[in-house]
């Protein structure tokens, strides 16, 4: 099994940066790809952004340029650089795995983000 740690979030004013963490534990080995997703009051969840165990990248439109996930391999952490947030960036932030087995997706705990105008 496959446990996901978030932290991070906090309140930021508009243009701010933050940096989420999350930090993988268990069977390491079977995360096939790991990612963030937020959730804001009355709105579905939405992917932000994702990172392959090889190290390709994939952004959604609405943070491309101002958000960058990376990963640290030793340390089974990947992260979420935020930058130039805007009040619609507010969101519960939630790390997600996905394994290379059929297994569902694997989710955190959620960390709250708040930008304030």
């Known amino acids: 099994q496959v446990q996901l740690v978030e932290s991070g979030g906090g309140l930021v004013q508009a243009g701010g940066s933050l940096r989420l963490s999350c930090v993988a534990s268990?069977?390491?080995?079977?995360?096939?790809?790991m990612g963030w997703f937020r959730q804001a009051p009355g709105k579905q969840r939405e992917l932000v952004a994702g990172i392959t165990r090889g190290g390709t990248t994939n952004y959604s439109d609405s943070v491309k340029g101002r958000f960058t996930i990376s990963s640290d391999n030793a340390k089974n952490t990947v992260y979420l650089q935020m930058n130039s947030l805007k009040p619609e960036d507010t969101a519960v932030y939630y790390c997600?795995?996905?394994?290379?087995?059929?297994?569902?997706?694997?989710w955190g705990q959620g960390t709250q983000v708040t930008v304030s105008s």
């Open positions: 997600n795995a996905d394994l290379w087995s059929l297994a569902p997706r694997v």
């Open positions: 268990g069977s390491i080995f079977s995360i096939r790809a």
